[in-house]
């Protein structure tokens, strides 16, 4: 299996979190939009990570 369903729940509750942050007035003093940017790009890098060692085991497996 390519992604494993606790690692997807847990960044999404993360961004979920991130984002209703955004919208407390006590926390405007931090740059949570940044951070919910930086979250999803580098959980975006590591799925297409994950995907490519995925893919590179199966073309390996061929040969």
Known sequence: ???R???????LALILALLAAKHVPAFDFLPLSHLTGIVCFAFAIFLSLRIYRAELKRIRAED
Do not use: A, Q, R, Y
Request: proline content about 0%; glycine content about 0%; charged content about 10%.
């Open 1 to 3: 299996m390519l992604v």
């Open 5 to 11: 369903l606790s690692e997807v729940v847990s960044v």
